[in-house]
């Protein structure tokens, strides 16, 4: 679809120019506006605000629901979304629920009130039935995170089978003692957590490698939960010699604090990451990771948010993209 950035290159004109265009701006010069507008007829561009202020449905903000602005992924997840919106004339308002349910709650109920118009999940915390009433009020997408169960778009990757990859390669370096770090709790029925968790069970049963309990970490999310994990694995009699995290700030905690007690990455103990922040490559040694498509993810949630807004009919979709596992020298 044509965008306020194809409208200023065919123009000649800046998108500044044209989004004061768009928006009715005063002091903007007859010549500029005809410009725009024969631009626009070119391209059959017709942007979503006005279209909608021409049916009476002023339909102009998108709002966001993360866990932690200040985790990169989310960060980089957000930037591809607010620039996508941007350019296709939507404003973007970002809500951090720190993995509180009433928070997230509170959040969604900016449809109720008309606050927003759409809603990208990025950050999933409640459980179906407690957020299905709130798709009466306009469209919800899962993006990153989701419920598999519900009738909403998803935008995703294959969890299962990158997590699989991630521990297939630590088995094929010769480790039979894996630890596992985990963002939600081991078992939880649905949604991103669980499906990484069957990843690692897969990997282990395929090798005949007994799962150890002791070794599995759950509701790890920080650099700081990752060093807390390191001295937990140094004081252990029997310890893994791998380990494998759900996210890069947990692994490169875990790095920061095993190199602090003395112990060597990849000889001691291997370290793997997931997501390849840019924490992965500053890191000594570089972490090994499974690369998400960040860009791609928050790209193609605006565009499922955009067509549900046109048209209010449109049927879900689940859109999976791949990811790639970058081996670096923690492993």
């Given amino acids: 679809m044509a965008t306020i950035s194809d409208v200023a290159k065919l123009s000649g004109l800046s998108k500044t120019t044209v989004s004061r265009v768009l928006n009715d701006y005063p002091h903007v010069t007859k010549e500029k506006r005809l410009l725009v507008q024969k631009a626009m007829e070119e391209l059959s561009y017709i942007p979503s605000p006005s279209a909608r202020r021409m049916r009476g449905q002023i339909t102009t903000s998108i709002g966001v629901i993360v866990h932690r602005i200040v985790n990169p992924f989310f960060s980089y997840l957000v930037n591809a979304i607010e620039e996508l919106a941007y350019e296709n004339g939507y404003q973007v308002l970002v809500f951090q629920s720190n993995n509180d349910p009433e928070k997230e709650l509170a959040y969604l109920n900016l449809l109720k009130t008309k606050q927003v ?36 778009p998803i935008v995703r990757i294959d969890q299962v089978d990158s997590v699989y990859t991630g521990i297939r390669h630590l088995i094929d370096r010769g480790h039979q003692k894996i630890a596992y770090c985990t963002g939600g709790s081991l078992f939880e029925m649905d949604g991103k957590n669980n499906d990484r968790s069957i990843g690692f069970q897969k990997a282990l049963k395929e090798a005949q490698i007994p799962m150890n309990p002791k070794w599995v970490f759950i509701n790890q999310i920080t650099i700081d939960d990752g060093k807390e994990v390191a001295k937990e694995l140094i004081s252990m009699s029997d310890r893994p010699t791998a380990v494998f995290a759900g996210g890069d700030e947990v692994a490169a905690g875990i790095l920061i604090e095993i190199k602090r007690l003395g112990l060597r990455v990849p000889e001691d103990i291997a370290i793997m990451g997931f997501d390849d922040q840019p924490i992965a490559e500053i890191m000594e040694p570089k972490l090994t990771t499974i690369r998400q498509p960040v860009n791609q993810m928050g790209e193609k949630a605006v565009e499922l948010i955009i067509g549900m807004l046109n048209h209010a009919d449109q049927k879900s979709k689940d859109h999976e993209l791949p990811t790639e596992l970058v081996i670096r020298q923690s492993t």
């Fill in 117 to 152: 118009d759409g809603i990208i999940m990025t950050a999933v915390v409640n459980e179906w039935d407690d957020l299905k009433e709130y798709t009466n009020f306009g469209p919800i997408v899962f993006c990153n995170e989701y419920i598999s169960d519900s009738n909403l």
